[in-house]
């Protein structure tokens, strides 16, 4: 249950913060994202967090293909990521966590 409960409450909270950020937002999220690319000390943290966010999708797609799915599955989170960057990592946590939490009631019932 732990493994699901951090990154929910994280992926909760975080999401919630966004969406209350954008509604009182006065640019578009594009707008946004090029006045922080306009200045070299933002646009480092963007390009940092990109980076973060590249190799959390290369993980997210290796450990997908490790538990038998494929990439292409991960796919909803990659984008996810791509816009929203710790979105997409957090949902796929938490969706893996209740992936192995059926799949162990289950086999927990067959025995």
Known sequence: MLSIALPLTALLAFAGYTVSV????????????????SRPDTAQVVIDLYLLATLAGIW???????RGQSAWSVLPYLLLTAIFVSVGPLLYLVMRGIRERRQSVGQARAS
């Open 60 to 66: 997210m797609v290796k450990d997908a293909r490790t």
């Open 22 to 37: 954008m509604l009182q937002a006065e640019q578009s999220l594009i707008d946004f994202g090029i006045s922080l690319m």
